[in-house]
């Protein structure tokens, strides 16, 4: 017997007894295909009662394991419930994506000296580092360090009370 054969005796009767053993039509069918791609895998071979009992065999192993992840997974998200929490609102990535545009230009507007002592000291830099990143004296970098932080907070300021006059402006319209 060809496995065509076999396969088109034997998978009907294999999925009927998949899906009323695991009470699931899906997985009847996936189990009795699975079933017969191990056969092909496997090279079993035998007379057509032994590959047949051989089917349901593994079939049935197929669908206890099944049942066994299903009940396992069934306990962990019982001692373990999922609770989505919320992202954020629409409103609250607008405005961060405009505070973080915001910073970005302000940090552009600075020179690259300044720039870069920013960014390193928010990195977690010694002045040490940022003296030897820089070229500059170790004595120097805190004085450097204040003045692009002004500088830094300066431009912000100004890019903060130009948003609010424009919506202010657009509010008046």
């Known amino acids: 017997m060809t496995f065509d054969e076999l396969f088109d005796d034997l998978y009907?009767?294999?999925?009927?007894?998949?899906t009323r053993l695991s009470a699931d039509s899906d997985m009847g069918e996936d189990v009795a295909q699975e079933a017969f791609v191990r056969l092909l895998d496997r090279k079993v071979e035998g007379d057509p009662p032994r590959l047949r009992a051989w089917l349901f065999?593994?079939?049935?192993?197929?669908?206890?394991?099944?049942?066994r992840i299903r009940e396992?997974?069934?306990r962990l998200l019982e001692e373990n419930p999922v609770t989505l929490?919320?992202?954020?609102?629409?409103?609250?990535?607008?405005?961060?994506?405009?505070?973080?545009?915001?910073?970005?230009?302000?940090?552009?507007?600075?020179?690259?000296r300044e720039r870069r002592l920013l960014l390193m000291r928010e990195e977690g830099f010694s002045y040490?580092?940022?003296?030897?990143?820089?070229?500059?004296?170790?004595?120097s970098v805190g004085t450097l360090l204040a003045r692009a932080r002004r500088r830094f907070a300066q431009?912000?300021?100004?890019?903060?009370?130009?948003l609010v006059n424009r919506r202010i402006h657009e509010g008046a319209s």
């Open 128 to 139: 040490r580092e940022m003296a030897e990143a820089i070229g500059a004296q170790s004595s």
């Open 85 to 112: 929490e919320a992202g954020p609102s629409l409103d609250e990535v607008v405005e961060r994506r405009e505070m973080e545009g915001r910073a970005r230009r302000a940090l552009d507007s600075l020179d690259e």
């Open 12 to 18: 009907p009767r294999l999925h009927r007894y998949c």
């Open 72 to 74: 396992n997974r069934s």
């Open 57 to 67: 065999k593994v079939a049935t192993h197929l669908i206890r394991d099944q049942a």
């Open 155 to 162: 431009v912000l300021s100004q890019e903060e009370g130009a």
